[in-house]
Structures are given as C-alpha cells and as structure tokens.
C-alpha cells in the first residue's frame, strides 16, 4: 500500500518541478524580450540633445487635432479581424528546438495527435499598445526632409526590410522597434549572411546591428516557403554575434488577404505592398499612425524624387501605387493616419532652436557678391552658366526665395548684415 502512494507522490512531485521549469523559462524569455524593448525605447534622446524636453508632447499635441478616434477604432475593429498582435506575433528563444518540435504552418507540436493537436509552446512578444507610431516608408521623398527627430519623436518605431538608417538619420531618424522583411529581402539578408566575401557577411551584420528591435518576418508560414531555414540562418547570426535584436514571425499570414483592403476602403489591390501591409500590421497595435516616406510620384514640387532615399533603383511598376497613395490620402482626410509628404514644419524649428543653444551653435559662412542677379546662378534656374558648388549648397541646405537688403548699394548694405541696424545709424 505504501509503495504506490510513494510512487505516486514522486511522480507527482516530478511533474510540478517539470512545469516550474517550463513557467521559469517561459518567464525568463520574456523578461529578456521586454529588457531589450526598454532599452531600444531609451536610446533616442542622445542623437537630438538640443530638442526642448517637451518636444514629444509639443509635437503630438499639435497633431492629436488631426485624428478622428472614431475612425480611427472602426479601422482597428476591421484589422484586427485579420491579425491580432498579441497572440499572433510570436517569439522563439531558440530556433532550433522550435524548428524540431513545431509545425510551423499550424503551430501545434509535430509529436502531437493528428486529431487532437497540442498547441506549440510559444512566448508571445512585449508588443503592447502604443499612443504613437511612425511608419517609416523607404520612398525617396524622405531624402533631405528633415524629418529624422520627429520620427524618432514617436513612441514606437516600425520600418521595412531593413534598409539603411545610420548615414540618413537626420531625414529618417535612428530609431527602429520593428522591421518587417518580405520574402525577397530575407532572401537577400540571408545570401548575404552566408556568402564567403567577409565585406559583405559584416556589412549585413552591421545592418542588423544598427537597426535592432524586432524583425518581424511576413512569410514565414507559408507552404512550401524557405523563409523559415533563411530566417534562422538571420536568427543564428544575430545570436552568435550577441546583437540586440530579436526574431519573430506571424503564426498565421493574414496580409495577403486582399479582402482586408476591399473591406478597409473598398478597393482590390492587385498585390499590395510591404509598405501598405506593415501599415496594416501597425493599425492592430498603434492608435495614432504617423505615415512618412511613401510617396510614389517621380516628382515632388518640380523636383525629381528617387524611388529609394538610399540608392537609385528606378521607379516600380509591381504595385498599385497610385491606388496605394489615393487610399493613403483618403485615410489622411479621414482622420484615420498622418500621411506627411515633404519637408516639415520641424525642420523649421530645429534650425531656429539649434540656433538658440550655445555649444550646438553651427557656423554660417555668409558669401557677399558684387553684382550677382537671382538668375545668374543654376539653382535659380539659369541652365548656361554652369555652378555647381552654389548648386550643391542649396541642395544641402535651405534655399530662401524671399530677401530684403537695407539698401540698394553695396557698403551700406553690407554693414547692415553684419550690424543688423540701418545704414544710417552705422555711418557708412
Ligand atoms: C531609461 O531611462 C530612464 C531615465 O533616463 C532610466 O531611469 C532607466 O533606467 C532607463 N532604462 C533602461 C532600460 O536603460
Ligand atoms: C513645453 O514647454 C514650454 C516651455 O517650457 C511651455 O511653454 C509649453 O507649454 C510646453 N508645451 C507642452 C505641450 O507641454
Ligand atoms: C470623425 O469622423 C466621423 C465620420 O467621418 C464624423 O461623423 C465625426 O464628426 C468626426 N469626428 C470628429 C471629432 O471630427
Ligand atoms: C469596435 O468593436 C467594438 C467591440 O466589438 C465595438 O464595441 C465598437 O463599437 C466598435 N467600434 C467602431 C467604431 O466600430
Ligand atoms: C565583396 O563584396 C564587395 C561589395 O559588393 C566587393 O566590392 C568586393 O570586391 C567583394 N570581394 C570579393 C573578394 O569578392
Ligand atoms: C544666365 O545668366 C546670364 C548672365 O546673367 C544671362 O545672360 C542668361 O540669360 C541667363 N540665362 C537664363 C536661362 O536665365
């Protein structure tokens, strides 16, 4: 009689230790996911110290007249039909162990009974819901906006297939919460990783350094998809090279499903883009979406526009993109998102306020010529006298059409520059 009872109650005891160190590690995984997200959100103040502390809550105050909450949940309620980020956004500690045991077109374990399948033990990721997003596109219209402070300005920050911020981050901003990969990305980043010419191998790692938060693969579930060996091949480099980056993937693709757009603003989308879908991935999880960098047009403003604002890759005709940036437009009047084209107010003000502070203060080269008329010079639309520098300056920088001089001669006009009085009262 006593035996049994003993071998029960170590049987017993085995299998509550089992589970606590299944809880344990459950627990630990996520506590190491939401450390790394605590410190990605940190980050951003260093690259702007001359932004006024309340910069964030100036900016979105101004822009919170701009949404409509009502359509704003009305649009929730239709994606999150199609995506819930809690439990669809899923986190693997280890890759390998997951590979083995999960089947990752249904998430239930591979050794489970086929009529009665147990689901995968998976760690659903710290996505929580957020005031504020940006959307980062990688539209050229981005180049030289300015725009890299109010970007990272947002709570959370989402970009797509993990292009380059580093050099550009005064017009895109540093910051990256969340990249999505689509199917020919993760290809390349994969070949990339694994290629014998050590230049490119650490470039990408580089990459995947500098843009760290989570890479959020898309097509991970589908049939027949070599996305999940190339997304482990990125999930072993990242964790052999100790970068603070995570992987994660749909547990079901829902992006794909034209309905979601004919139900969201009735049109049919042909092929939708990665942009327009990491838009519809970021409405389940943000309430007030900042758009920036998706402007499909090859001019803005009589200037030419790149395709990318990182290389010169010609305009693509894959997708609907005048259908995509109509609907972009639409959910703009609609209060729905912020769609920002061009330059911004901010970037105004940053250089009023980089002004105001002493140790920040930038030098100002103030060129005075004799007898040079406005249309003397390229930028201002002489096409026979060639200059490129001055030309280059005002693409740089800013180029001011609007201008009163204190006088209609040269000395007395230049005193004025220099002492900001009226030739009369500096004698000359
Ligand atoms: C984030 O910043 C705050 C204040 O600057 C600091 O107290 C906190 O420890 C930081 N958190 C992390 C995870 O670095
Ligand atoms: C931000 O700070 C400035 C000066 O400290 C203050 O005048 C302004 O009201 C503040 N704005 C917000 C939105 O808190
Ligand atoms: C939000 O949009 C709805 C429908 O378009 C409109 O009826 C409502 O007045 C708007 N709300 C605000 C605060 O503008
Ligand atoms: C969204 O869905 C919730 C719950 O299903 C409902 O209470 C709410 O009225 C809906 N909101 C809109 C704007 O449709
Ligand atoms: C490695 O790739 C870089 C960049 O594409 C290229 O410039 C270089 O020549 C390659 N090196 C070798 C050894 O192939
Ligand atoms: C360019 O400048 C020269 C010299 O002032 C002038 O003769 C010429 O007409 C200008 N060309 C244009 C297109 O304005």
Avoid at 126 to 135: E, G, L, M, S
Wanted: glycine share 6%; aromatic share 12%; net charge positive.
């Amino acid at each position: 009689m006593i035996r049994p009872i003993f071998h029960a109650t170590v049987f017993f005891g085995i299998c509550l230790i089992i589970v606590g160190l299944l809880y344990v590690y459950k627990l630990t995984a996520s506590l190491q996911l939401a450390r790394i997200f605590a410190r990605r959100l940190n980050m951003s103040r260093q690259d702007y110290p001359w932004l006024p502390p309340n910069f964030t809550d100036q900016l979105m105050t101004e822009r919170e007249a701009h949404f409509n909450m009502t359509n704003i949940w009305k649009m929730r309620n239709i994606t999150r039909k199609y995506f819930n980020p809690k439990s669809h956004i899923i986190y693997f500690s280890d890759f390998h162990v997951f590979m083995q045991k999960c089947d990752p077109h249904t998430f239930t374990l591979r050794n489970s009974h086929p009529r009665r399948p147990r689901p995968c033990n998976v760690v659903h990721t710290p996505i929580k819901q957020y005031r504020t997003c940006a959307v980062v596109g990688n539209g050229g219209i981005l180049l030289h906006s300015s725009c890299g402070a109010e970007i990272d300005a947002h709570e959370f920050v989402i970009r797509s297939n993990l292009p380059p911020v580093h050099d550009y981050r005064r017009d895109v901003g540093s910051r990256t919460d969340l990249t999505t990969m689509n199917v020919i990305r993760l290809d390349q980043i994969a070949n990339a990783l694994e290629t014998f010419n050590s230049t490119l191998r650490k470039d990408m790692l580089a990459r995947l350094g500098q843009s760290p938060g989570m890479i959020f693969s898309y097509s991970f579930s589908f049939i027949g998809s070599k996305a999940r060996y190339r997304m482990q091949i990125v999930d072993t480099a990242i964790k052999n090279n100790h970068l603070s980056t995570i992987t994660a993937f749909p547990s079901r693709s829902f992006l794909k499903s034209k309905r979601l757009y004919t139900e969201l603003v009735g049109k049919d989308l042909n092929f939708a883009s990665t942009g327009l879908n990491t838009f519809a991935l970021a409405s389940t999880f943000c309430e007030r979406i900042s758009i920036y960098g998706f402007y499909p047009m090859p001019t803005y403003q009589n200037k030419r526009v790149p395709y990318h604002y990182y290389d010169i890759r010609p305009h693509s005709g894959r997708h609907d993109f005048d259908e995509e940036y109509a609907m972009l437009r639409q959910m703009d009047a609609d209060g729905v998102i912020k769609h920002v084209v061009g330059k911004l107010w901010f970037a105004f003000l940053s250089a009023t306020l980089t002004l105001s502070r002493g140790e920040d203060r930038p030098n100002f080269v103030f060129f005075v010529a004799d007898d040079l008329g406005i249309g003397d010079v390229g930028c201002f639309g002489n096409d026979t006298i060639r200059t490129p520098n001055i030309d280059s300056i005002a693409t740089k920088g800013a180029k001011l059409t609007q201008h009163l001089a204190a006088t209609a001669v040269c000395t007395p006009s230049r005193a004025a520059f220099l002492t900001g009085r009226y030739p009369i009262r500096s004698g000359t």
